[in-house]
């Protein structure tokens, strides 16, 4: 069950990621629901799925990207395992903790990101982190716990559950 429904959340933000949020795009910021995903999945399943599931989302995104293959599937399998091991026995039904680690963990996938596309400058570095990593990153945040706000009402259940 758990596979079919992580299975049909991928879909849906490989779907949302596509095509809306191009749409929604605020100054040349839009919100990256993989990194989302990564979160969500390395939350939910622990550090060695969210370790496979963010190298194979980042490996996906990246055959699509025009940088060097491997930057993003590097920064997310590091999210989705630095997301699992921290979050483990946390409160994820609270909003503020929920925000906490969407926003930390793109920040993180950024940082990771930026620091390899930048080539070691550390000016250009400095500014892509206030110019697209923390909007970015606040964007995304705000964004996902809409959707999961919509998503759980819809389906009225917690897709992030806390542990039992």
Do not use: C
Request: net charge positive.
């Amino acid at each position: 069950m758990k596979l079919i429904r992580d299975s049909m959340v991928l879909l849906v933000v490989l779907s949302l990621q596509a095509t809306l949020l191009y749409r929604i795009e605020i100054g040349g910021i839009r919100p990256d629901l993989l990194v989302a995903f990564v979160v969500y999945f390395g939350w939910m399943r622990g550090p060695i799925p969210g370790t496979l599931g963010g190298f194979g989302v980042g490996l996906l995104q990246d055959m699509d990207a025009s940088g060097p293959l491997g930057m993003n599937a590097l920064a997310k399998s590091v999210v989705g395992f630095l997301v699992a091991r921290a979050g483990f026995r946390v409160h994820r039904s609270n909003v503020g903790v929920r925000f906490a680690f969407f926003f930390a963990a793109l920040l993180v996938h950024d940082i990771l990101y930026y620091a390899v596309a930048t080539g070691g400058d550390g000016g250009e570095f400095v500014k892509q982190m206030f110019v697209k990593a923390l909007p970015t990153a606040l964007y995304t945040a705000v964004a996902t716990l809409l959707l999961l706000g919509v998503a759980e009402r819809f389906t009225r259940r917690r897709l992030l559950t806390d542990e039992t």
